[in-house]
């Protein structure tokens, strides 16, 4: 890594010192590495510690950079495509769905869910918990709200909560026949469940994508699925993957 | 708002006192109104200034607060929906595009860009800019490539650069038949164009849409496209839109 003290820029310093960082990223270090100190790293190119921490979170939101509690920052490794869009018309926990159902209870959503379900704020949904891994680490947890009507068979089943409950509910919506799915995504912060199971701390930046399940005129089941945005890359399409190397920051800057 | 003192919890206090903030403004503000300053907010929830400013930050990252330069933080309206996924089978450009062709120019694209498009890495490649504008507000910003050989009759055009030449290519582009696109979705920051478009400081969130147009089984359009993170939440499928009024964070925390 170079010694080069930086010039006065008119453009800010931590953005000046984030492009320096991203060039010394792609040619002097490797996947895995860990980056030396901030002491060392502010001293070496001449800035405060203030402005070395705002580059490294500049370089961290963007997937170059992970900084790990007990590790320090290390190189982080391309970002993984997980498939969002594929079947277009199916219902959650089909065939080649990559959601493992974990639990299952029945209980008042929040009140924007129950406005979107267009279910009383007071009424129990089913609410179905699914967690999502890739490469070996989850990337990602949902709630899948479902109201007991558009699941009528359900009652008759013997399998009180966990997964084997979760399971019951994903069939017995698959009974009803799917009109189509909206989805949308946005920029989130983890809650304090996502952010333990994502081993990182709340508020840790993701990507929620919603997803409506439409049948005979209603909304049959929402979906909040919370993707860590440190690692993933949501994809979308038929083959569901686009590769770009150099990460999202491919806009001359 | 409360005045009550936060109570030790095993959380971080940041993040409780991001859900206290949040009651608070759901229920005692107004979309557009300036929240008091800093020292007078972390008085009264006794809390450090830093603790208060990361609260502060979690909550521009949901959505919920914009901080704007000269202004203060003021409560965020919610996020405009922009759709993305619909038609899945035109070129960009074609009737109910929502980007407005701003200028074009023939010059050797990014290292990530010349491989996803398979030109060689010094090959200048036609590199269109086109905005969107949202309820009166630019919402995002593109760059799409187009290597020479996907529009082969161009040359023939006299529009040597600026908006007409941008239409032009775009025309040229649509004479090939589109085999399929590709999207991913990903966390990135501004960059200082985009920046400046969108009257933010480099290295505010966005949400980076790259999508690959494929024809005659080759990449004949790649576009990278830039959303405010802050305002946009982007929408997919049939009709485009599912409302969650409360932001993201609707996960229990």
């Given at each position: 890594m170079g010694t080069t003290q930086l010039e006065s820029v008119p453009e800010p310093k931590y953005w000046h010192l984030r492009t320096v960082l991203s060039e010394a990223l792609d040619s002097e270090f490797s996947v895995g590495e860990i980056l030396p100190n901030e002491r060392d790293l502010a001293a070496r190119f001449g800035v405060a510690r203030a402005t070395l921490r705002q580059a490294l979170e500049q370089l961290e939101l963007e997937g170059r950079l992970q900084r790990r509690r007990g590790v320090g920052t290390t190189v982080a490794p391309p970002r993984v495509g997980v498939a969002v869009g594929?079947?277009?018309h199916a219902w959650p926990?089909?065939?080649?769905?990559a959601w493992e159902p974990a639990d299952c209870d029945l209980a008042a959503p929040p009140a924007s869910v129950a406005d979107a379900l267009g279910t009383g704020r007071e009424e129990p949904v089913h609410t179905v918990r699914r967690s999502r891994v890739s490469q070996g680490r989850p990337v990602a947890a949902e709630l899948l709200y479902v109201p007991p009507a558009a699941v009528p068979g359900l009652t008759a089943i013997d399998a009180p909560s966990g997964p084997a409950r979760a399971r019951a509910v994903l069939r017995e919506l698959q009974h009803g026949t799917l009109e189509r799915r909206e989805s949308a995504v946005e920029l989130g912060s983890a809650g304090a469940d996502d952010a333990k199971e994502f081993d990182r701390l709340p508020g840790a930046p993701v990507l929620v994508v919603t997803t409506r399940y439409l049948a005979e005129g209603r909304t049959a089941a929402l979906s909040v699925a919370t993707y860590r945005a440190d690692t993933c890359r949501l994809t979308f399409g038929d083959s569901g993957d686009v590769e770009i190397h150099d990460g999202p920051q491919t806009r001359a800057s």
């Open positions: 594929t079947g277009q926990g089909t065939d080649d769905d």
